[in-house]
C-alpha cells in the first residue's frame, strides 16, 4: 500500500482525464503523444473525453479534465495554454468540384461562388472567426449553407456533394470517397493546436503529459523545418 500511494505522489499510478478535440487523432503530433506518455506511465489509466474547445474550457474549469487538447480560444483567468503546432489550413470539396481537378493551392477568393459548411461557431470561435476573416480579406462574404456540430458530418456532406469547408490541414488524413484535398495558398491561413491546463494544477501526470506534448511537438516543427 506504501508504494501505491508513493507510485501515485510521482504521477506513475492513477488516472488522467484528457480533452480531446475531434480532428486531434488525425494530427501527427496527439497520437504520438498519447502513445509515449503510455510507454512512460503505463500504470496510468488515460480516459479520453472527446469535446469542442468551449466545452473543453468548461470542463477543465469544472474539473471533470485535468488537460485539453483545442484550437486556440480566448480563455478565462486561472487557465493557461501551452502552443504544440500550427496547423495549415485546407479546402475540402467534393471530387466533382472544377477546383478539385487544379494542381496547387488554392486561393481563398476562388471560392466566392461556393457554398461553405462550417463548425457552429459557439464551439470553437476562433477557427470559425480566422476562416470568415480570410474570406473577407479575399473580398467576399461566405454563403454558408450549414453549420454543424462535428468533423464527420461536414465530411460526410462533402462526399455527398453539399458545399465545400477550410478546415485544419490535419483532416487530409480522414480518406473519404469523393472527397478531395487542397493547401489554402494565403500565407496567413494556419490554425494553432494548444494544450490547456489550470495554473493551479500540481498533478505529476498533468506535467507528464504536458512534457512529453512539448517534446514531440517540438520534434514534429524540426522535422518539418528540416
Not at 12 to 39: D, I, K, N, Q, Y
Request: charged content about 20%; some cysteine.
Amino acid at each position: 500500500a506504501a508504494e501505491s500511494v508513493a507510485r501515485s505522489q510521482r504521477g506513475e499510478l492513477g488516472e488522467l482525464h484528457l480533452g480531446l478535440m475531434s480532428s486531434g487523432p488525425f494530427t501527427v503530433v496527439v497520437p504520438r503523444v498519447l502513445a509515449r506518455f503510455r510507454e512512460r506511465l503505463p500504470d496510468v489509466r488515460l480516459f479520453i473525453h472527446e469535446l469542442a474547445t468551449s466545452h473543453q474550457i468548461d470542463a477543465l474549469e469544472q474539473g471533470v479534465i485535468d488537460v485539453g487538447v483545442i484550437r486556440p480560444e480566448a480563455l478565462p483567468a486561472g487557465i493557461k495554454a501551452i502552443e504544440l503546432f500550427k496547423d495549415s489550413l485546407t479546402v475540402v470539396m467534393h471530387s466533382s468540384n472544377p477546383l478539385a481537378s487544379k494542381p496547387g493551392p488554392i486561393d481563398i477568393g476562388e471560392l466566392a461562388q461556393e457554398d461553405f459548411i462550417f463548425y457552429q461557431r459557439h464551439l470553437g470561435m476562433r477557427l470559425y472567426d480566422e476562416v470568415i476573416a480570410l474570406c473577407t480579406k479575399s473580398g467576399f462574404s461566405p454563403r454558408i449553407l450549414y453549420e454543424v456540430r462535428e468533423l464527420p458530418t461536414i465530411i460526410g456532406l462533402i462526399s455527398g456533394g453539399f458545399g465545400v469547408a477550410v478546415l485544419p490541414g490535419s483532416v487530409q488524413r480522414m480518406g473519404v470517397q469523393n472527397v478531395v484535398y487542397r493547401p489554402v495558398a494565403n500565407m496567413e491561413a494556419a490554425t494553432a493546436v494548444w494544450a490547456i491546463y489550470r495554473d493551479d494544477a500540481t498533478d505529476p501526470m498533468v506535467n507528464a503529459f504536458l512534457e512529453i506534448a512539448q517534446c514531440l511537438a517540438s520534434k514534429q516543427a524540426g522535422a518539418m523545418m528540416a
